[in-house]
């Protein structure tokens, strides 16, 4: 698989609200009212990431859930990366 470009990467998260690239990684930030819904939204989040596949760095704090996403292997962001952003968006408005 191949790495984007920075501008490919811009171009391509412009459609994907929250999402920014940050150094070789995409990045959102999703705040929740309860500890507990963040948590549920981890669970779900590693459901869709095993169904790709590709699986997102998750840092939790208190109510906000940090994902960051890049193909390791690749070492920077590709059209995966922008796969697995894009149907965490579809999840959120489902589930929201």
Same mark, same amino acid.
């Not at 501008?7 to 391509?12: G, H, R, S, Y």
């Not at 948590?39 to 669970?43: G, L, P, T």
């Given at each position: 698989m191949t790495k984007l470009s920075a *501008?490919? =990467? &811009? $171009?391509?998260i412009r459609s994907l609200p929250g999402w920014k690239r940050k150094g070789l990684f995409i990045t959102k930030e999703f705040e929740f009212d309860e500890f507990m819904e963040g +948590?549920?939204? =981890? &669970?779900d989040i590693a459901v869709? *990431? $095993?169904k790709l596949g590709h699986h997102p760095d998750i840092h939790i704090r208190?109510?906000?859930v940090?994902? $960051?996403i890049q193909t390791h292997d690749e070492g920077g962001i590709t059209v995966? &990366? +922008?796969k697995l952003a894009a149907e965490i968006e579809k999840h959120r408005k489902k589930a929201g």
């Open positions: *501008a490919q =990467v &811009d $171009e391509k +948590i549920r939204f =981890v &669970d869709l *990431a $095993e208190w109510t906000t940090r994902l $960051e995966l &990366d +922008i």
